[in-house]
């Protein structure tokens, strides 16, 4: 059973266009959501997160939108550029674990 | 570099055979975290660690894979009698421990596991 999914596995867009990429998850105990990009042959890089408690989080370039109600969140990268072009991971963890629950990540190729 | 890191990066052994996978936190992280991660899919949770103390092992952690943190600094995950089933990327995380609801966890580079 999966806790959080990604439904879209892959992603292309143009440079210095939005890219959006979209996660849902089905425990409403969860309380802290992260977003970690990974490039080939490396750990994941933590990008940003958001807590239950916020419905938005920004970070220069990137943003993430928590839609509790929709069990919904989303990553904002505006404006992408080819260097963004890695999987993207939304994680959640439950308010008496510390385990990181991941989705099965989205590939985001950004097109120069 | 102050970050995670594991050791070795690749590993390839002979089904049946043990290995040992190091990882170094990042200084003064209490929390240690070992995920395993296959082709397609997001990391998997296997154990975590409280300084010394092991607190939480996933029912993927076999009779198999133990997990040990001695001193409450570096940590080894020991796979016996390995499977073709094994071959994965592990993948270590710390954290400080001290950031309550939101303390974010800070991953390495992995040691990728191939099993013949």
């Known amino acids: 059973d999966q806790q959080v999914k990604q439904n879209s596995p892959s992603l292309s867009v143009q440079e210095g266009r939005i890219s959006i990429l979209n996660c849902d998850y089905t425990?409403?105990?969860?309380?802290?959501f992260l977003w970690y990009k990974k490039y080939p042959a490396e750990g994941p890089t933590f990008l940003i997160s958001?807590?239950?408690?916020?419905d938005k989080n920004e970070d220069g370039r990137f943003t993430v939108f928590l839609n509790k109600s929709a069990k919904h969140l989303s990553l904002h990268i505006v404006p992408s550029q080819p260097g963004d072009s890695a999987v993207y991971f939304c994680a959640a963890r439950g308010a008496s674990s510390y385990k990181l629950i991941f989705g099965s990540g989205t590939r985001l190729l950004v097109r120069p | 570099d102050t970050g995670v890191s594991q050791d070795p990066r690749h590993k390839i052994t002979k089904r049946g055979q043990n290995v040992t996978f190091r990882c170094d936190p990042i200084?003064?992280?209490?929390?240690l975290y070992w995920y395993r991660q296959t082709l397609g899919q997001g990391p998997e949770f296997l154990t975590y660690?409280?300084?010394?103390?092991?607190?939480?092992k996933s029912r993927l952690l076999s009779d198999r894979f133990s997990a040990e943190r001695p001193k409450g600094s570096f940590s080894t995950l020991e796979i016996q009698r390995t499977e073709q089933g094994d071959s994965a990327m592990y993948l270590c995380?710390?954290?400080?421990?001290?950031?309550?609801?939101?303390?974010?966890?800070?991953f390495g580079p992995g040691t990728r596991l191939t099993v013949l």
């Open positions: 958001i807590s239950s408690i916020k």
């Open positions: 660690f409280q300084n010394e103390a092991q607190l939480e």
């Open positions: 995380a710390s954290s400080t421990g001290l950031a309550g609801v939101t303390d974010t966890q800070y």
């Open positions: 200084s003064e992280h209490n929390r």
């Open positions: 425990n409403s105990m969860f309380d802290y």
